[in-house]
T-cell receptor, first 112, second 112 residues
Framework: NAGVTQTPKFQVLKTGQSMTLQCAQD?????MSWYRQDPGMGLRLIHYSVGAGITDQGEVPNGYNVSRSTTEDFPLRLLSAAPSQTSVYFC???????????FGSGTRLTVV | TQLLEQSPQFLSIQEGENLTVYCNSS?????LQWYRQEPGEGPVLLVTVVTGGEVKKLKRLTFQFGDARKDSSLHITAAQPGDTGLYLC????????????FGSGTQLTVLP
């Protein structure tokens, strides 16, 4: 099993550019989420989804969009990249919210 | 303000020593998880605790959930260099299980 797959692994963007971070899972998990990890701040929830067609905001949603058209995929879109969005982004999924989460290996994004 | 306070933030010890990492909050959690993260990778689940007072053991690691479900600890016995990594606690607040909140992490280094 691949688990949770994130692409790309690394990305450099210029301020104002847009891009999509991809996340796919093959465990048939209904719940998927996106986190960003910054030094000294742990992981902060950006957006989450409890199933296809259903998304909601987390703690730090500004500047990010998500959609969930299938159970497997949960892409994260940066609309107009800003240096403050330089971070490591993780996608996670679980069968039962509040219990064991499986994380992808992350996307390291730098906005210059 | 961090909802989950982890301490210490950094810990450097010699191989064979024991250590305890703490995770504290003023909120009540329906479940609490511990993860370990290595450089360039996503967090990997170690354990989930759900019952106040619960103690779980995973080889040399002992996890405890406070009676009031507001705090947790991770104790490592006879630490080894392979235990080196970032340890993260994460909790699902009662009534908000869809949003997992992370502590800021404890960076453990075990010297040979």
């Amino acid at each position: 099993n691949a688990g949770v797959t994130q692409t790309p692994k690394f990305q450099v963007l210029k301020t104002g550019q847009s891009m999509t971070l991809q996340c796919a899972q093959d465990m048939n998990h209904e719940y998927m989420s996106w986190y960003r990890q910054d030094p000294g701040m742990g992981l902060r929830l950006i957006h989450y989804s409890v199933g296809a067609g259903i998304t909601d905001q987390g703690e730090v949603p500004n500047g990010y969009n998500v959609s969930r058209s299938t159970t497997e995929d949960f892409p994260l879109r940066l609309l107009s990249a800003a240096p403050s969005q330089t971070s490591v982004y993780f996608c996670a999924s679980t069968r039962t919210p509040g219990y064991g989460y499986t994380f992808g290996s992350g996307t390291r994004l730098t906005v210059v | 303000t961090q909802l989950l306070e982890q301490s210490p933030q950094f810990l450097s010890i010699q191989e064979g020593e024991n250590l305890t990492v703490y995770c504290n909050s003023s909120s009540v959690f329906s479940s609490l998880q511990w993860y370990r993260q290595e450089p360039g990778e996503g967090p990997v689940l170690l354990v989930t605790v759900v019952t106040g007072g619960e103690v779980k053991k995973l080889k040399r690691l002992t996890f405890q959930f406070g009676d009031a479900r507001k705090d947790s600890s991770l104790h490592i016995t006879a630490a080894q260099p392979g235990d080196t990594g970032l340890y993260l606690c994460a909790g699902a607040i009662t009534g908000s299980a869809r949003q997992l909140t992370f502590g800021s992490g404890t960076q453990l280094t075990v010297l040979p």
